[in-house]
Nanobody
Framework: QVQLVESGGGLVQAGGSLRLSCAAS????????MGWYRQAPGKQREFVAR????????NYADSVKGRFTISTDNAKNTLYLQMNSLKHEDTAVYYC?????????????WGQGTQVTVSS
């Protein structure tokens, strides 16, 4: 069982910074990857960034490369997303995700989301 709770969202001006946190109730070391997704009004949920829990391999959406940084603190069972140079188009609800890939199935965990609003 893994429960995820996001925090750190809020209202910022364009060009500002924000750090999102995702606290897991269980050990994130038992998951394979963790990541962030976002959904803006009228749009589908889209991938933002992900990281392998072991190894630290990261992937980013083209729209956030060079501006966002994903990281984990395994001792605190927490996932982070540092967002710099924020743009109006970054406005969305951001969701934390964790996956545990097994031989014949995948366990998929989601948080409830945190709102990020960037004023233009």
């Amino acid at each position: 069982q893994v429960q995820l709770v996001e925090s750190g969202g809020g209202l910022v001006q364009a060009g500002g910074s924000l750090r999102l946190s995702c606290a897991a109730s269980g050990s994130i070391s038992r998951t394979n990857t963790m990541g962030w997704y976002r959904q803006a009004p009228g749009k589908q949920r889209e991938f933002v960034a992900r990281i392998t829990v072991g190894g630290g391999i990261t992937n980013y959406a083209d729209s956030v490369k060079g501006r966002f940084t994903i990281s984990t603190d395994n001792a605190k069972n927490t996932l982070y997303l540092q967002m710099n140079s924020l743009k109006h188009e970054d406005t969305a609800v951001y969701y934390c995700n964790a996956k545990r890939i097994m031989a014949w199935a995948t366990d998929d965990y989601w948080g409830q989301g945190t709102q990020v609003t960037v004023s233009s």
